[in-house]
């Protein structure tokens, strides 16, 4: 939540290109394997992190986003909705764009609900 609201203040145009970018090749590889799948949903979050302009909060995204991968790779690779991933980043991006904190705050509940579904469940 924190890198998106400091994304928000801080993203230049050509950050969020680059988000927009990683949507992009997401939609274009949507039915490719896992792994070129889980690449670009990674780098949309990673450019996220940059444009937060924090080595720290990009650190723990990415240490975050690893373990994530780790422990519920099945369902990333086999159950998660790509449809559903690429709609809910374009949400975000939206309200990056916005630079509106509320807007920012429910994109990321929003974002961040479905994962959480998938913990709560166990994968």
Not at 49 to 68: F, N, P
């Amino acid at each position: 939540t924190r890198i998106a609201l400091r994304s928000a203040e801080r993203a230049t145009a050509d950050d969020f290109a680059d988000m927009r970018l990683q949507i992009e090749l997401l939609e274009k590889y949507r039915k490719s394997s896992p792994s070129k799948r889980i690449h670009h949903d990674h780098l949309f979050h990673y450019s996220m992190g940059r444009a937060a302009r924090s080595a720290l909060l990009s650190h723990y995204q990415h240490e975050i986003m690893e373990q994530l991968y780790s422990r519920a790779q099945e369902y990333f690779d086999h159950y998660e909705d790509v449809d559903v991933v690429i709609a809910l980043h374009r949400e975000t991006l939206k309200a990056l764009e916005s630079r509106i904190a509320a807007r920012v705050l429910k994109a990321i509940d929003h974002h961040l609900k479905s994962l959480e579904d998938v913990v709560a469940t166990g994968g």
